[in-house]
Nanobody
Framework: QVHLVESGGGSVQAGGSLRLSCAAS????????MAWFRQAPGKEREFVAA????????YYADSVKGRFTISRDNAMNLVYLEMNNLNYEDTAIYYC??????????????????WGQGTQVTVSS
């Protein structure tokens, strides 16, 4: 199982940008699909973005499409989430996840076996 640690969260005004990073250790990321999920207070954890291990195909939640970009650097064992044009509804704890989900599970938390501890993103209006 791979160990994941997120960083890069913080407070930003609406319209601003942040880049989250996820550093992996223990195993190489090359065989894993990687994803970002988020959880706001009182809400369930929701899918944000994912990038497959093979082919590099990306998937995004409709709410972030066109604003967020997921990327990965397998050589450095890093995954990024570039977030632009942030709004109040993006406020949440953001989690990095890794695993080998089947295609139908790529947007579900249950598809991933490794999770980071989360990093807080707060957007003020």
């Amino acid at each position: 199982q791979v160990h994941l640690v997120e960083s890069g969260g913080g407070s930003v005004q609406a319209g601003g940008s942040l880049r989250l990073s996820c550093a992996a250790s223990g195993q190489t990321l090359s065989g894993y699909s990687m994803a970002w999920f988020r959880q706001a207070p009182g809400k369930e954890r929701e899918f944000v973005a994912a990038r497959r291990s093979s082919g590099g195909h990306t998937y995004y939640a409709d709410s972030v499409k066109g604003r967020f970009t997921i990327s990965r650097d397998n050589a450095m064992n890093l995954v990024y989430l570039e977030m632009n044009n942030l709004n109040y509804e993006d406020t949440a704890i953001y989690y990095c996840a890794g695993g080998r989900p089947i295609l139908s599970s790529i947007r579900t938390p249950g598809g991933y076996s490794s999770w980071g501890q989360g990093t807080q993103v707060t957007v003020s209006s």
